[in-house]
């Protein structure tokens, strides 16, 4: 059974920076993607950022495009999350998670439903 173990949440004011982790454990991914979404109160979760293992491809959903950066260390299993120029609306648990028998060239992290593996979520909150 794969674990995954989110870290790096807190409180941050807009405009600033915060680094999200997640170390993947206890089993065996091929052809996976791993990455975040993300939940704000009251609203649906929403797929912000994931990396496929089939081609190296990134996704980002538009809303952080330009702000969040998604890399990974495939020796340590860990991905991460660089998230900049923070503004109060990304306040929200952010949640790791592993969509498992990825395709290439086929949309990955579009929809909650389609991921097999979350660990628990790490609050981000920006605000003054």
């Known amino acids: 059974e794969v674990q995954l173990q989110a870290s790096g949440g807190g409180l941050v004011q807009p405009g600033g920076s915060l680094r999200l982790s997640c170390a993947a454990s206890?089993?065996?991914?091929?052809?996976?993607?791993i990455g975040w979404f993300r939940q704000a109160p009251g609203k649906e979760r929403e797929g912000v950022s994931c990396?496929?293992?089939?081609?190296?491809?990134?996704y980002y959903a538009e809303f952080v495009k330009g702000r969040f950066t998604i890399s990974s260390d495939n020796a340590e299993n860990t991905v991460f999350l660089q998230m900049n120029s923070l503004k109060p609306e990304d306040t929200a648990v952010y949640y790791c998670?592993?969509?498992?028998?990825?395709?290439?060239?086929?949309?990955?992290?579009?929809?909650?439903?389609?991921?097999?593996?979350w660990g628990k979520g790490t609050l981000v909150t920006v605000s003054s």
């Open positions: 998670a592993v969509e498992v028998a990825v395709v290439p060239d086929t949309p990955y992290c579009k929809d909650a439903y389609d991921m097999d593996y």
């Open positions: 206890g089993g065996t991914l091929n052809n996976y993607a």
């Open positions: 990396v496929s293992s089939t081609d190296d491809t990134t």
